[in-house]
């Protein structure tokens, strides 16, 4: 979640923005890593590497950087990455999936579970949530890429499940199960997609008023704040206006 900060001089703004980027490109690394770790080192020949090097140039991630987390997966110095995801609520019954990569389960599971206890909500068992959301993947191209026609055209003949065209860019769904082939057909079609990403979409949604909606946007934001974790998916509804309120505070 995105925050909304005033700082006093651009040399502090700029310092949380190395930072923060730091933090993306901590996170990317280790989707590399796990990527090329579990499967072979070779984008092409595996795409889930593919995926997540994908991501890495949405984010102008350094070359050297790229390979390092791909040494790291077969190296002298490779590191044990796992996945693990947590469930949960947060107040007002708000579910939450915390989706982590870690080389301690033990450090990572501490630090999830105080992040919930201090705002108030509690971890629950995997899969207690998991039934609001929808695990999809999600294709994003620039307005560049074409028309609304021709995107959804690409979009079929990719096999994907819908494809939703605004003034800001080409949003494609797809089943998580398919997204590394229909992301391949679409680039082969339209070329390099802006983002290629599964998610949790929520299928139910839970309306908080303003007092849980602070709280639970605190959580969210130690949440990714951790290293170890790489996103966090939430099925809250907040009314445009509490989010103004929220906004200027």
Do not use: C
Not at 67 to 96: C, H
Not at 129 to 155: C, N, Q, S, T
């Amino acid at each position: 979640m995105a925050g909304h900060s005033k700082f006093k001089n651009i040399m502090h703004r700029k310092g949380k923005q190395d930072k923060a980027r730091a933090k993306v490109f901590t996170k990317i690394a280790r989707e590399i890593t796990l990527a090329a770790k579990n499967g072979l080192p070779d984008p092409t020949a595996n795409p889930k590497l593919r995926l997540a090097l994908q991501a890495a140039r949405a984010e102008n991630m350094p070359k050297d950087n790229i390979e390092r987390a791909i040494k790291k997966a077969t190296g002298a110095d490779a590191e044990d990455i796992e996945p693990i995801r947590y469930e949960g609520y947060a107040p007002g019954g708000v579910a939450l999936i915390v989706e982590t990569l870690t080389d301690n389960r033990n450090r990572t599971g501490a630090a999830v579970r105080a992040a919930f206890s201090k705002h108030g909500g509690n971890l629950g068992s995997t899969g207690s949530v998991a039934h609001m959301f929808d695990h999809v993947g999600e294709i994003v191209y620039p307005v560049e890429a074409g028309d609304a026609d021709k995107i959804l055209e690409a979009a079929i003949e990719a096999g994907a499940d819908d494809a939703q065209s605004d003034d800001e860019g080409h949003l494609i769904t797809t089943s998580f199960d398919n997204l590394g082939t229909v992301a391949g057909a679409l680039e082969e079609a339209l070329g390099e997609a802006e983002t290629v990403k599964d998610v949790w979409r929520p299928n139910l949604t839970t309306e908080v008023d303003e007092d849980n909606a602070t709280t639970i946007l605190k959580l969210i934001e130690v949440l990714e704040d951790d290293d170890d974790v790489q996103n966090v998916f939430a099925n809250f509804d907040i009314s445009d206006e509490i989010m103004a309120k929220l906004a200027e505070a």
